[in-house]
């Protein structure tokens, strides 16, 4: 810092002398963004913000001081960043930035829009801003709508590219080899391609999530294929909701809310294969599913059950009525509960809470009578 020009040590003095309104116009910014991603549902991966050090101030300065006449000529004093899962976020976020600060458009850039068609390389939005005063008034920090800050906005690919570009190219302070810098180019476009392709596949998952929930809701059933997102649109209708308050009804039971995807698999194993499949099972076997709680709760005062019981008791009256017994309960209490040797004695006890019932009756005849055919 002694080699610094007079006139950059002045800047420096004023750095000092404005570092408590800087810090506290960190604290404002920080907080507004976080408000207004959490008010507009965005989801990013970090919000940063970071007053530049007296050192590194000094640096800046001993290289272009003379560019500066005062402290607020320099926009970057205070900078602040948000860094995304995927490139059309950065555009939301944009928006966002534009209602929430007062942007300075003459000092702003889009760094994406800088390069050539065939040139790869940094790409961030750049927006030098200043507080409104509708957003901020401090008597104490009278400055703090004056002095102008930066906010980049980045994807988390974007991010990692300016860090590595960062530390091999202008941190070392030594101009790169060619071959270097076109190895370094030819990752630039390959990470611009990965940014694109995420974005890409996330709004075909999202039209495709759209279609699903259209054909379900005009019950075309049997064009979904069944898969983890079809499954849980499906049991957003609450297929089952009839049957649940018919069981929780036996004991005046209350109904608590459980996860169902771990029936999805279960539901793949009995060969269902689209939603279709899905609602001819719930209705093949939903009024044996409630002749089996009758069963399992008559003789209990359980006044809480699962949501999830009617969907169970459908996969154990399939179960035993296509002949699986108690192997087949086994594995569906393994596939539930994972792997345990108390599912044996839940698997013993279910069979004979079941084996009274008329369907079990009905299979176990049908099985007997089996060999005979052959």
């Known amino acids: 810092?002694?080699?610094?020009?007079?006139?950059?040590?002045?800047?420096?003095?004023?750095?000092?002398?404005?570092?408590?309104?800087?810090?506290?116009?960190?604290?404002?910014?920080?907080?507004?963004?976080?408000?207004?991603?959490?008010?507009?549902?965005?989801?990013?991966?970090a919000v940063e913000a970071r007053v530049k050090t007296e050192e590194s101030l000094a640096g800046k300065l001993a290289l272009k001081?003379?560019?500066?006449?005062?402290?607020?000529?320099?926009?970057?004093?205070?900078?602040?960043?948000i860094i995304t899962f995927y490139t059309d976020d950065v555009d939301r976020i944009a928006a966002m930035a534009e209602q929430l600060f007062d942007i300075d458009w003459d000092n702003s850039v889009d760094k994406r829009r800088l390069h050539q068609l065939d040139s790869f390389g940094y790409n961030s939005l750049h927006y030098i801003?200043?507080?409104?005063?509708?957003?901020?008034?401090?008597?104490?920090f009278p400055q703090l709508n004056d002095i102008r800050f930066e906010l980049q906005l980045r994807t988390t690919l974007q991010h990692a590219w300016a860090a590595i570009n960062h530390d091999t190219g202008y941190k070392s302070g030594v101009e790169i080899p060619r071959e270097y810098m076109r190895r370094m180019n030819r990752l630039a476009g390959m990470l611009e391609m990965?940014?694109?392709?995420?974005?890409?596949?996330?709004?075909?998952?999202?039209?495709?999530?759209?279609?699903?929930?259209?054909?379900?809701q005009n019950g075309k059933l049997d064009d979904v294929l069944l898969d983890g997102?079809?499954?849980?649109s499906y049991m957003m209708a609450k297929p089952l909701d009839r049957l649940n308050k018919r069981i929780a009804a036996i004991n005046q039971a209350e109904i608590q809310e459980a996860p169902f995807i771990r029936y999805l698999r279960v539901l793949l194993a009995l060969d269902c294969k689209t939603l279709g499949d899905v609602q001819r099972l719930f209705r093949k076997y939903e009024d044996d599913a409630y002749l089996l709680a009758r069963h399992q709760l008559g003789n209990t005062d359980l006044d809480i059950v699962s949501s999830a019981i009617g969907l169970q008791n459908i996969c154990i009256v399939c179960i035993l009525s296509n002949g699986g017994g108690k192997i087949g309960l086994v594995r569906l209490f393994d596939a539930l509960n994972g792997h345990n040797p108390q599912n044996?004695?839940?698997?013993?006890?279910?069979?004979?809470?079941a084996s009274n019932l008329p369907f079990m009756k009905i299979s176990?005849?049908?099985?007997?009578?089996?060999?005979?055919?052959?």
């Not at 957003?135 to 104490?140: G, R």
């Not at 176990?364 to 052959?374: H, I, K, S, T």
């Open 344 to 353: 044996e004695a839940l698997a013993e006890l279910t069979f004979e809470q």
């Open 65 to 81: 001081g003379a560019k500066y006449a005062t402290l607020s000529d320099i926009t970057d004093i205070l900078g602040a960043r």
């Open 194 to 216: 990965a940014d694109d392709e995420f974005s890409r596949i996330r709004t075909e998952i999202t039209d495709y999530r759209r279609r699903v929930q259209q054909l379900v």
């Open 229 to 232: 997102d079809t499954f849980r």
């Open 129 to 140: 801003c200043r507080l409104p005063k509708t957003l901020c008034s401090d008597p104490q």
């Open 1 to 45: 810092m002694e080699n610094l020009d007079f006139h950059c040590q002045l800047i420096l003095e004023e750095y000092r002398e404005s570092l408590p309104a800087l810090k506290r116009m960190k604290e404002v910014v920080t907080r507004a963004l976080h408000e207004a991603l959490e008010r507009n549902g965005l989801i990013v991966t």
């Open 364 to 374: 176990l005849a049908e099985n007997n009578r089996a060999p005979e055919r052959g």
